[in-house]
């Protein structure tokens, strides 16, 4: 039997997400757990890119001084911190390990665990039972939700920041590598939501100016009762239809949650939006999802 049978498709098509539970054995999770503990163990952020990420749109605005660093973060692997995890010279206040909100966006390409974990034959056919047929990979991260100070992750859609003509042509895997759960920091869906279109966009900025991205559209408010909480198994996978709404909240228990994920795109009879912050360059073309 396939992986993904014919209810999660269904279950995906209506609800724009679905979970399948053991995509990685607890071994796997473990084992790129201990690989992102060694790269965070070796990393070396300049401290002007000491960068703290946030999905609030004001923030990403406002908070330029190290755009660069992540505009051009799509084919590197860099690291996005929590707020307030640095001094006023740019030293971390706490251990560094429990200091980063994320590491993007090129896990995928550069670091072979990663690769392996994203080429799987389990996703390879996730895709194709999905009816891909020339998927590619746009972007990867390891998402930390730290205990204690992981930020929320606000309603959103993928397809604001990663747009193609037409729509619904991204996908969202997101792997559990701990339990996700209430009190962790678990994602929220609005089971429909990918039917009525999308809110807004990011968008570059025109060469030469400042800030360097810029939103067209309103932040759109949601009603709180529509959202479904859903708490998963270290292992299991949530697909994410790109234009699904959903969102994460705070963490605030004394667990993490760590998660791998990647965005892949069919390719075939799409336009990749050139307008997205996040563009193919030669030293890493968006790489085709069925090749090892
Ligand atoms: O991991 C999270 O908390 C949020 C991830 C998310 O919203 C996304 O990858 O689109």
Redesign the pocket.
Known sequence: MDFMTDRDVEKYMADGYVVLDGLLTSQECDELRQRMAEIVEQMDVPEHCRTTFSTHPDEQLNKQGNADYFITSGDKIRFFFEEGVFDDKGEFIIPKQRSLNKVGHALHAYEPLYKKATHSPKVQGIAKKLGLLSPVILQS?Y?F?QPGIGGE?RP?Q?ATFLYTEPLGRVM?V?IALEDATLNN?C?WFIPGSQNSGITQRMVRAPEGTFPLTDFIGKEKTYDEQKFIAVPVKKGSVVL?HGQVV???AENNSEDSRH?Y?FHIMESQDTRWSPDNWLQPTEELPFPPLYTK
């Open positions: 991260m998402i939700k992750v959103h993928d969202g997101w920091g994602l994410i959903h969102r994460s998660v994920t």
